[in-house]
């Protein structure tokens, strides 16, 4: 018996340079200004490789400052606005 409807998964690669841009995962930003200029960082590159728009975001933990996700705007390579 379902118990609703079925959605399918959608899943969005970021692009493989982020990885080499990004500092080691133990690294913690101290501050927002620190969090602020690795977001900035990640816009500019994303610009730069072509891989879209000068859009970049990024979520921390707000106790320890470690980066849990970044993200840049992918709507252009993907051709899909949720990509945004």
């Keep these: ?10 899943a969005i690669a970021l692009p493989g340079w982020i990885a080499e ?12 200004e620190e969090r602020m200029a690795l977001v900035v960082e990640l816009s500019r590159e994303n610009l730069r490789q072509g891989t879209g728009g000068p859009f970049a975001a990024a979520v921390f933990d707000g106790s320890s400052g470690r980066l ?4 840049v705007n ?10 945004h």
């Design 21 to 32: 841009l990004l500092p080691p995962a133990e690294t913690r930003f101290a501050d927002d």
């Design 74 to 83: 992918l709507v252009e390579p993907a051709g899909c606005s949720v990509a």
């Design 68 to 71: 849990l996700a970044p993200g």
């Design 1 to 10: 018996m379902s118990r609703g409807p079925r959605f399918p998964d959608v």
